[in-house]
């Protein structure tokens, strides 16, 4: 009973990130969701309080989720771009394969809720990123700069390469599918862009095929 239980807890879930990401936070509720998932309104109070309380909890586990994602085979002992390109690995396959998760977080990011995600993210994150960082600078790889200045110099070209790639469409209207030479033509020019020692690029000829 209780393993059927906690399948039925998974699909509510699931369906919850799905119904949030397709059509917003205001448009959902409880007796869609309990519909969807072909269960009684009852049975997904036995999981969670009320609304606010599922959107809450699936935010902060969104945000566990992503940190445990984040971290995977990543050491602040790496070299700045090693580190980097792992950082892009992650992510990329988080955004190119939980693709329900990304769009919830996207509506998630405009509501009261995103602090509660970013506040379980960055406890989980934030010691070793900064460790990374730190370990960089006293290697003089990379100048001292702020934390926005860093994030938006490497990782807001991944985010704006995976949303045209999620529209399906480029700059021109044509059809537009991210390819991995894209990709990591890309990352070479975030990383020049960011380390000191231009002519120390490490090759990324052994990079794993991200795009299957």
């Known amino acids: ?15 919850a990130i799905a119904m949030i990401g397709q059509g917003g936070l205001e448009n959902f509720s409880i007796n869609k969701l309990a519909k969807l998932s072909k269960v009684s ?6 999981y969670y309080k009320d609304k606010d309380d599922l ?12 940190a445990d994602l984040i971290l995977k085979d990543f050491s602040p002992e790496m070299s700045f771009e090693a580190g980097l ?3 892009w690995i992650n992510r990329y396959h988080q ?4 693709r329900d998760s990304v769009l919830f977080m996207v509506q998630v990011k405009s509501s009261s809720y995103y602090r509660d995600f970013l506040k379980v993210l960055m406890n989980k994150i934030k010691q070793q990123l900064n460790q990374f960082l730190e370990n960089a600078f006293k290697r003089d790889e990379i100048d001292r700069i702020p934390l926005e200045v860093y994030w938006s110099i490497a990782h807001a070209p991944l985010y704006s390469l995976i949303k045209f790639h999620y529209e399906e469409i480029d700059l021109e209207g044509k059809p537009y599918q991210l390819k991995e030479e894209v990709l990591w033509q890309t990352f070479d020019l975030v990383v020049r862009a960011l380390k000191k020692n231009n002519s120390a690029m490490e090759s990324n000829s052994t990079v794993k095929p991200l795009i299957q």
């Open 1 to 15: 009973m209780r393993a059927r239980n906690l399948d039925k807890q998974k699909t509510v879930k699931e369906n």
């Open 85 to 87: 390109r792992q950082q």
């Open 55 to 66: 959107i809450f909890q699936l935010t902060t586990e969104q945000g566990a989720e992503l």
């Open 41 to 46: 309104v009852a049975t997904i109070y036995i």
């Open 95 to 98: 955004m190119m394969h939980k």
